[in-house]
C-alpha cells in the first residue's frame, strides 16, 4: 500500500488514541493591537507558553496605550496562570516592565497587578544570581560564584525558566560542569546543573510542548527542523501525540510528516509503540508495525509475532507485523510465547539496549488501556524498571505457555530483586511502605514471599539457581526462605540438578545468603546424605563465630583519609584491613583469617589499581562480588565515578566531607546510611550487629537440633570450636545456647569447656545455673569426661558453693557424671553438724 493510500486512510479514522489533545485557539484580546497579534514565541524561549506571552504582550501593548482598565483584566487573567517569578522576569525583560511598575505605584492597577510585580522583583534577584553565578565562575571567582550559586538554589527557581537563561550563552552550562570537582564551588555548580536537569525533563515530557512542536512539522524546512529535534528528544513522551495525530482527520496536512518521524524517535519510543500494537485501529497498527521495523530493535519481536498472528486484524496489519518481525527477530523461532520469555531474560540480564532513558532517574512501565484505547505510562526507580519488565515479558509467555517453567521461575526472582532494590525485606511477608515507590503494583499487592511460597519447590530452586549464577542476593534470600517453609527434605535435596542449588548457596559470596541456606538445609534434616552436605556445619559455626565481628576492606593511597575512615569503620564495629593498594588491602584480610569482607571503601583517585579496574576486580572477585562498596569521591574525580555507581549494583558514593562533620554520631550515621544503601541496592540488609546475632542464636539452635536427631548425614562435632568459642560472647542468650548445643557433642574438651563455663564466679548466676544444666546434660549422654582438677572444682561448689541455687545446679551436674569414685560423701560430710 502506497504512502498516500495509507494516509486517506489514516484521515478518516479521525478519532484521539492517548491523551486529550491540547488545541490551543488563540482568540483576540481585549484591546490587543495588530502588533501585540504579531507577538510570537522566538526560538530562544525555552518552555514558554504561547498563551502566557500573548496575554502578556496584550497588557503591555495596552498599557502603552493607556488603556488602563483593558490592561488590567489582561493582567488579572495572566495571574491566573500561576506562572513562575522567574519565568514572568524573562517575559518583562522581553518588553520592559516600567509601565506596570507606574501602573502600580498610582494605584491605578489592582491587586493581581501588585502581586505580578513583587514576582518580577524575585525572578529578577534569581536571575541576577544565576548570571552573577555563572560570571564569577568564569573568571575564577570561586568562593563569590559559590555564594551566588547556593543562593540561587535556595531560591527553588523554575528549573525550565532556569533552563532557558542558561541557553542563552551556551558556555554556561559548561563552565559549571567543568566546575563540579572543584573544592569552593563544586556542590553547588552540582545543584544547579540538577536543577537544569530537571528543566530538560520537564520540557521534553510536556504535552503542550510535545503539541507545539508537532504543529511546527508543518512550518518551513528550518522549524520543522528544529520540531524534529526537539519530539526525537522527547522520544517515547511523543508517541501517545504523535499516533492521536495520525488518527485525527483534521491534521492529514501533518500526516506525511509524522510517518517519516516515527522510526526517526529510535530506541527509546520502542515501549510505547509495542503496546500501541494492541489498538483495534489496524491502519494506526499497520504504521507502528512498519516504523518498529525500521527501528530494527529486537526487543519488538514479541509483540510483532502476536500481531502477525492475529486472525482478528487485518491482512495488511498482519503483513506488516511479518516484515517487521523478520527484519528484528533473530533468534531462529517465531513462537510469540518463546519470543517473550527470551525477551524477560534479556531484561532480567540487564541488556544495555533494553536500559531506560539513562538521562532520567526513572523508567517508564507503558500500558494499553484496552478499554480506553489509550496508551499510558507509571514512571518507576530506575533500578527497579527491568525487573518489572522481565515480570511483565514472562506474564506474556504465560499468558501463551502456561506450563513455561523457566518463565514462572524467571518472575519469581523478578520479583524478589524488586522487592530488594526498593530496600524491603524479602524474607518478609508483612507490608513494607517501601512497596510504594513502585506505582505499577496496587496498594494491597501480596509480597514477593506470597507467590514463591505458592509456586512451590521446583521454581524455587530454578530461581535460586539463577541467583547464584548472577551472585544476586535478594533473589537468594527470598528463595531460601520460600524453601525452608515449603519444601521439606525429599524436595530440598536430592540426585537430580534442580536441586542443586541450595547447597551451591553454601558457597555465595555474601555470608547472610550462606548462613540461611546452612539454616535451611540443618533444620530439613535429610536422612540420607548429598554432594556438599559437609559445608552446612562449618556454615553454621561460621554464623557462631563472627555473631560481633564484621570486616571491612578500605583502599586509599592518601593516609590521612585512609585512616580517618578506618577510625570511623572501627567505631561502628568493623575489623579493618587497610591499604593504599587493593591487592594488598585484600592480601591483609586473607592472613589475617578474616572468613568474610562485609564492606569495602575505595577512593576514586586509586591507583593500584586504578579506580574504575578496583571496582571490577571486586565484582569479578566471590568473596566481593556482592558486598556493599563505598566510593571516596575525591576531587578531581567526575564523571567515571557516576558511571560506575550506575553500573554497578552495590555501589554509593561518599564525600571525605563527611568526616568533617561536627558529631562523630553524624559521621557513624551517615556512613551507615551510605553502608545500608548500598547493600539495599544489592537487595539485602546490611549484616548489622543484631542480625549477626540473629543468626549466631539460629545456628545454635540448629546444631543442637542436629545433634538431638542423631543425624547420619551431618557432624555436629565439627561446629565444637565454634561453640566452645561463643561461650565467651558477650551476649547471655548466645552463650546459653551454645551450651545447649555443646551438650550433645561427645568429646571430653566439650564437656570440659561447659565445666569451665559454669564454674566460672566472672559468669552471672542465671548463666551459670543454665550451664550447670547443659554439663549434666552431656554427663546423662556421654558420662563423666572431665580431668581431676574440674571435678574437685565441681564437688567443691556443690558442696560449700553459697548460692544454694547454683549449689543445686552444681550437685546436679555433678551426679549426672555418675563417676565411679562417688563424691556425694563430701556432700554430706560437708553438710555434718555432729
Sequence with gaps: MDWHL????????????????????????????????????????????????????????????????????????????????????????????????????????GDGAARLVKQIENGRRQRKLAEDGWHFAAIGRFKYADANLKALVDSTPDPVALLELARYNPARTQTLIRLVANADVGPAARLVLTILGEGEQLLRTDPAEIEVNIERLGGPPRVVYEATNRLKDSGEYAVPHLLAYLQDGRKRDLHAAILQLLPMLGRNALNPMVMALRMKDDVTREVVARALGTIGYAQAAPYLAVLAGDPKTSSAARQAAGESLNAVNRTGTAEPGTLFRMLAD???????????????????????????????????????????????????????????????????????????????????????????????????????????????????????????????????????????????PASLVGQEDYKQALVRALEFPNRLVRVKAALALGRALPPSGFAGAQNVVPALAEALGQSSRRFAVIVDPDDQTRNRFQAVLRA?????????????????????????????????????????AAIEELRRRPETAAVPILVIRKKAQTSPIEDVVRRYPGVEQILPEVLALDAQDQIDKSVSQKLADAAGSLGMRPLDRQTSLSL???????????????????????????????????????????????????????????????????????????????????????????????????????????????????????????????????????????
Excluded at 507467590?451 to 549464577?469: C, D, E, T
Excluded at 593498594?581 to 578474616?594: D, F, I, P, V
Excluded at 536427631?709 to 546459653?736: D, I, M
Design 6 to 109: 495509507r494516509l486517506n486512510r489514516l484521515a478518516a479514522v479521525g478519532r484521539a488514541l492517548t491523551v486529550a489533545l491540547l488545541v490551543v485557539v488563540v482568540a483576540p484580546l481585549p484591546g490587543q493591537t495588530s502588533v501585540a497579534m504579531a507577538e510570537e514565541l522566538t526560538d530562544d524561549m525555552v518552555g514558554q507558553s504561547e498563551r502566557a506571552w500573548q496575554v502578556w504582550s496584550a497588557a503591555t501593548a495596552a498599557l502603552d496605550r493607556d488603556k488602563v482598565e483593558d490592561a488590567g483584566k489582561l493582567l488579572d487573567e495572566l495571574a491566573a496562570l500561576k506562572l513562575s517569578d522567574l519565568r514572568l522576569a524573562l517575559m518583562a525583560d522581553r518588553t520592559g516592565s516600567l509601565r506596570l511598575e507606574q501602573g502600580v505605584a498610582d494605584k491605578r492597577l
Design 696 to 834: 549466631a542464636l539460629q545456628a545454635a539452635d540448629v546444631l543442637r537440633l542436629i545433634a538431638v536427631s542423631r543425624s547420619g548425614v551431618f557432624e555436629v562435632h565439627r561446629a565444637e570450636g565454634a561453640l566452645v568459642a561463643a561461650l565467651e560472647q558477650p551476649n547471655e542468650l548466645l552463650r546459653v545456647r551454645s551450651a545447649a548445643a555443646l551438650a550433645l557433642v561427645d568429646t571430653p574438651s566439650a564437656q570440659r569447656a561447659l565445666a569451665e563455663s559454669a564454674l566460672s564466679e566472672k559468669n552471672s548466676k542465671t548463666l551459670r545455673i543454665a550451664v550447670f544444666g547443659s554439663l549434666a546434660e552431656s554427663g546423662r549422654h556421654f558420662g563423666g569426661k572431665l580431668d581431676a582438677r574440674l571435678v574437685e572444682d565441681l564437688v567443691k561448689v556443690a558442696a560449700d558453693g553459697q548460692d544454694l541455687d547454683i549449689r543445686t545446679a552444681a550437685s546436679q551436674a555433678l551426679g549426672a557424671m555418675n563417676l565411679t569414685d562417688n563424691q556425694v560423701s563430701e556432700i554430706i560430710r560437708a553438710q555434718s553438724r555432729g
Design 346 to 488: 534479556a531484561y532480567y540480564a540487564g541488556a544495555e539496549s533494553l536500559q531506560p532513558d539513562e538521562r532520567s532517574e526513572t523508567g517508564n512501565v507503558w500500558y494499553f488501556d484496552e478499554a480506553d484505547q489509550v496508551l499510558r505510562y507509571v514512571p518507576v526507580p530506575r533500578a527497579i524498571f527491568t525487573d518489572i519488565m522481565a515480570m511483565r515479558c514472562a506474564e506474556e509467555a504465560l499468558k501463551i505457555n502456561r506450563t513455561d517453567a523457566a518463565a514462572i521461575a524467571l518472575w519469581i526472582g523478578a520479583n524478589f530483586r524488586r522487592e530488594g532494590k526498593l530496600g524491603m525485606d524479602v524474607e518478609s511477608e508483612a507490608p513494607s511502605s517501601m512497596a510504594e515507590r513502585d506505582g505499577t503494583r496496587p496498594s494491597d499487592y501480596p509480597r514477593s514471599i506470597y507467590f514463591a511460597r505458592a509456586a512451590g519447590p521446583l521454581y524455587n530452586h530454578m530461581a535460586l539457581a539463577r541467583a547464584i549464577q548472577d551472585k544476586e542476593p535478594s533473589v537468594a534470600l527470598g528463595t531460601i526462605a520460600a524453601l525452608s517453609t515449603t519444601a521439606g
Design 572 to 612: 561502628m564495629g568493623f575489623e579493618c584491613y587497610s591499604d593504599p593498594g587493593l591487592y594488598s588491602a585484600l592480601e591483609q584480610a586473607r592472613k589475617a583469617g578474616a572468613p568474610a569482607v562485609d564492606a569495602v571503601v575505595v577512593a576514586s583517585d586509586s591507583r593500584a589499581p586504578e579506580f574504575t
